[in-house]
């Protein structure tokens, strides 16, 4: 069965401060990453995907991610964070020959972004 | 236009209630579902409906029954409500198949039980 892990449980940063979000994942095949975005009160957002080719993902809202498969991790990363930016960034994962009822989500990493 | 919407946004009932809430989408997606979001942030399916048929069911109590009228609409029925229910409901939508596009979720139903 397939797992993701987000150690990261809240981060909290002052704006423009640089951005990295940790997602590892355990699956012995090939996968499909993504990471999924909650504003306070609103619904899940995809922010970027992975499926094949490039391994550094670029996003909306300047949001990037590198799948790097030796490390099974992909980790968000944001130059410069904005006080917009805080939410609740979810990493899911699923494997590449599956649907999308298969995705398994992290725990979450509540971000904070300080004015 | 709201791709999946859900009805109510907030639901405060007391135990041993009957309560349902809707979830309608207007993408033209063949698959339905239903997550919860505990109070840790935890997001985990519960059920997965392909063109009104079940497909997936993951281990819910059989007290939570969805019924799909039509492959828009996938509603939740829960009977008998208990504390443990307290949670906030998302309902989402897909194409079918491997390697399809992720998920589309609507804004969430906060249950409260009392």
């Known amino acids: 069965a397939q797992s993701v892990s987000q150690h990261n449980h809240h981060v909290i940063l002052s704006e423009a401060a640089s951005l990295e979000l940790g997602c590892n994942y355990s699956?012995?095949?090939?996968?499909?990453l993504f990471w999924y975005v909650q504003y306070p009160g609103q619904h899940l957002q995809l922010l970027l995907k992975y499926f094949s080719g490039d391994p550094l993902v670029k996003g909306i809202k300047g949001f990037e991610a590198e799948f790097i498969k030796s490390k099974f991790s992909f980790n968000l990363r944001k130059p410069s964070v904005q006080w917009s930016d805080t939410a609740e960034y979810f990493c899911?994962?699923?494997?590449?020959?599956?649907?999308?009822?298969?995705?398994?989500f992290g725990s979450g990493t509540q971000l904070t972004v300080l004015p | 236009d709201t791709a999946v919407s859900q009805t109510p946004k907030y639901l405060v009932t007391q135990m041993g209630n009957d309560k349902s809430i809707k979830c309608e989408q207007n993408l033209g997606h063949d698959t339905m579902y239903w997550y919860k979001q505990d109070s840790k942030k935890f997001l985990k399916i519960m059920f997965s409906?392909?063109?009104?048929?079940?497909?997936i069911n993951e281990t819910v109590p059989n007290r939570f029954s969805p019924k799909s009228p039509d492959k828009a609409h996938l509603n939740l029925h829960i009977n008998s409500l208990e504390l443990g229910d307290s949670a906030v409901y998302f309902c989402?939508?897909?194409?079918?198949?491997?390697?399809?596009?992720?998920?589309?979720f609507g804004n969430g139903t906060r249950l409260t039980v009392t």
């Open positions: 699956y012995g095949g090939t996968v499909n």
């Open positions: 409906y392909n063109n009104k048929e079940l497909i």
């Open positions: 989402a939508s897909s194409l079918p198949g491997t390697g399809a596009p992720p998920l589309h």
């Open positions: 899911a994962v699923r494997s590449s020959s599956g649907s999308a009822r298969q995705l398994t």
